[in-house]
């Protein structure tokens, strides 16, 4: 168990439709990612929060937002959804940059 | 840009020979490089990072690495597979400064043969 906690850990959704991810990292932890694993991109970087704050963007589309909360954590949400948002949604947490990243279980998305 | 390439999707040992699986990393300045390996339907797992110090660094469940600076490699080792290491390994490079995030190949699905 990497401490780090997923909510849902599966999602059906129809095509349009928004919905939110949910993310709580591991104790103390500043730092929160999230990244997109899907058969033909892999493991795409989204978006990193610190402490409240955005610190980096990735892949992420127009459509996707995420924020990380008072308590530290974090949602991610994806509105107006396709077919091809369907994917396994990662969120990890470190403690500093010359940390490893400990990976969440996954919530799996499912657009149909 | 940081970038990180594994080059073979697949690779198959039998249990109880050595294992490599190989990864090369483009990134500015000192690179801090790590391995993850993820299960079926489960999470990534961290395995080992380097990020200074010995070339050979050890990790989780009997695995090494071994940083190549002149090769901008850091393949992954293990002297003796099992089959229970069959998985999904990625490897990921994250750069000394401004890019926090982890950049990871594509990942390497390693079947060990009984």
Known sequence: DSGVTQTPKHLITAT?????????????DLSVYWYQQSLDQGL?????????????????????SAQQFPDLHSELNLS??????????????????NTEAFFGQGTRLTVV | AQSV???????????????????????????YLFWYVQYPNRGLQFLLKY????????????????????????HLKKPSALV????????????PWDARQLTFGSGTQLTVLP
């Open chain 1, 44 to 64: 795409q970087f989204l978006i990193q929060y610190y402490n409240g704050e955005e610190r980096a963007k990735g892949n992420i589309l127009e459509r996707f």
């Open chain 1, 16 to 28: 349009g439709q928004r919905v939110t991810l949910r993310c709580s990292p591991r104790s103390g």
């Open chain 1, 80 to 97: 107006s959804l396709e077919l091809g948002d369907s994917a396994l949604y990662f969120c990890a947490s470190s403690p500093g940059i």
């Open chain 2, 84 to 95: 229970s290491d069959s998985a999904l390994y990625f490897c990921a490079v994250r750069g």
């Open chain 2, 51 to 74: 990020i200074t110090g010995d070339n050979l660094v050890k990790g989780s469940y009997g695995f090494e690495a071994e940083f190549n600076k002149s090769q901008t490699s850091f």
């Open chain 2, 5 to 31: 390439a594994q080059p073979e999707d697949q690779v198959n040992v039998a249990e109880g020979n050595p294992l490599t699986v190989k990864c090369t990393y483009s990134v500015s300045g000192n690179p």
